[in-house]
């Protein structure tokens, strides 16, 4: 059961430029969380924001969430050929004991 | 560091196989999971612990089993390896349902 989808699926962007990836699930949430997945590799987590935070910044990452819309955006600013990857969002459901619930990932390249 | 290791990166079995996939954290952590990873299907939870002795089936627990008998291991088990299990494999372990931390993964191909 798949409560977080990635939009776009695919985004191919230059060196330098900034790239937005969105992610939308369907119940209220606890919290909503990042993560990068280089080719071949496990998932490395990026960031968490809670419920109750609107934004939040770690280095060149900037997450917002927006309960009401149930939606969230990951923006990488000044892009580097070493930021391509897949990324996913994952949500923590607030009703139940229940695990993360992942999304299919958007495949960021990033072209030198 | 944070550790979550697994015992093989690629894997060939045969169909029909018993194939024994491990996972240990170094974290204490009492949350672990097993996944598999398609393309195009994203991550689909396959089984999880959230204590010793304990496990609940995820999305598409059909053909697997697992077992937890300490803390830092949890394995996954294919009692007969069919083709349709190829797949990516990933285990994760978590504390307090926050951020998990994921293995490198198992890349498994049952000819």
């Known amino acids: 059961s798949q409560q977080g989808e990635e939009d776009p699926q695919a985004l191919s962007i230059q060196e330098g430029e900034n790239a937005t990836m969105n992610c939308s699930y369907k119940?209220?949430?606890?919290?909503l969380q990042w993560y990068r997945q280089n080719s071949g590799r496990g998932l490395v987590h990026l960031i968490l924001i809670r419920s109750n935070e609107r934004e939040k910044h770690s280095g060149r990452l900037r997450v917002t969430l927006d309960t009401s819309k149930k939606s969230s955006s990951l923006l990488i600013t000044a892009s580097r050929a070493a930021d391509t990857a897949s990324y996913f969002c994952?949500?923590?459901?607030?009703?139940?004991?229940?695990?993360?619930?992942f999304g299919k990932g958007t495949r960021l390249s990033v072209i030198a | 560091d944070v550790k979550v290791t697994q015992s093989s990166r690629y894997l060939v079995k045969r169909t029909g196989e018993k194939v024994f996939l491990e996972c240990v954290q170094d974290?204490?952590?009492?949350?672990m999971f097993w996944y598999r990873q398609d393309p195009g299907l994203g991550l689909r939870l396959i089984y999880f612990s959230y204590d010793v002795k304990m496990k609940e089936k995820g999305d598409i627990p059909e053909g697997y089993s697992v077992s937890r008998e300490k803390k830092e291991r949890f394995s996954l088990i294919l009692e007969s390896a069919s083709t349709n299990q190829t797949s990516m494999y990933l285990c994760?372990?978590?504390?307090?349902?926050?951020?998990?931390?994921f293995g490198p993964g198992t890349r498994l191909t049952v000819t």
């Open positions: 994952a949500t923590d459901a607030e009703s139940g004991n229940t695990p993360l619930v």
């Open positions: 994760a372990s978590s504390s307090q349902r926050e951020k998990e931390y």
């Open positions: 119940t209220s949430i606890n919290n």
């Open positions: 974290m204490d952590h009492e949350n």
